[in-house]
């Protein structure tokens, strides 16, 4: 019981939405569970460094300040680093779950029974 419930609370602790800004019209950016949400929709579940996106130009233009790039939202290096920290967070709580468990050992039989129809 005392596990279920512990168990329970570190999954709700993951969808809390962590806030990291609001956007010039008002919509919340924010961390829901494994995803980066605007307003509430899933945008991304990864940041990318600008200097590494291919539009590094045209995003330097648009918002000069930005460092890093969430799916379509241009985030400042601290908005980029709660956000990182929050997604880390949520993902290492969903890495521990039983669903995450199973879903990677389906996945390891799969390439298992992969191998063997290939030989």
């Known amino acids: 019981m005392a596990q279920e419930q512990s168990d329970f609370q570190a999954g709700d602790a993951a969808e809390t939405p962590v806030l990291i800004r609001h956007t010039q019209d008002g919509r919340r950016v924010e961390v829901i569970g494994r995803f980066l949400c605007l307003d509430g929709r899933r945008e991304t579940d990864a940041l990318v460094d600008v200097r590494q996106h291919p539009n590094r130009m045209a995003i330097w233009q648009a918002a000069p300040e930005a460092t890093h790039m969430a799916g379509r939202i241009p985030l400042t290096r601290e908005e980029a680093a709660r956000a990182q920290a929050a997604l ?18 389906r996945h390891a039989a799969d390439d298992i029974l992969r191998l063997r129809i290939d030989e």
């Open 88 to 105: 880390d967070a949520a993902r290492a709580v969903y890495e521990a779950s039983p669903m995450a468990i199973s879903e990677r050992i």
